[in-house]
């Protein structure tokens, strides 16, 4: 009933950018944190950078001074600007977000399919 679709991963040289979108859909009563998670080849999955409804953001270290979260409430879409990207960024990008789809029901985690990015020499 609620679903998260990512688009706009793809191939890129270092020194790059791509912007990542991750739009929400279905019974959706609120959206409290949005985020964007990485899982690189043989590594644990970990969180990039999150975004509160009143817009307050977090970031990974690695990733502060090059990529930018942001989202639009009214589209129940989250995005994820990256600048600057290096090798090591390469990896299945997957946005989730925190979700009511009533007044009266719980928090969920719902999670995208992910998009893989890619970043070459």
């Known amino acids: 009933q609620v679903q998260l679709v990512e688009s706009g991963g793809g191939l890129v040289q270092a020194g790059g950018s791509l912007r990542l979108s991750c739009a929400a859909s279905?019974?959706?009563?609120?959206?409290?944190?949005m985020g964007w998670y990485r899982q690189a080849p043989g590594k644990q999955r970990e969180l990039v950078a999150a975004?509160?409804?009143?817009?307050?953001?977090n970031y990974a270290d690695s990733v502060k001074g090059r990529f930018t979260i942001s989202r639009d409430n009214a589209k129940n879409t989250a995005y994820l600007r990256m600048n600057s990207l290096k090798p090591e960024d390469t990896a299945v990008y997957f946005c989730t977000a925190e979700i009511k789809m009533a007044a009266w029901s719980t928090v969920r985690d719902y999670w995208g399919q992910g998009t893989q990015v890619t970043v070459s020499w």
């Open positions: 279905g019974r959706i009563f609120s959206i409290n944190v």
């Open positions: 975004i509160t409804s009143g817009a307050t953001t």
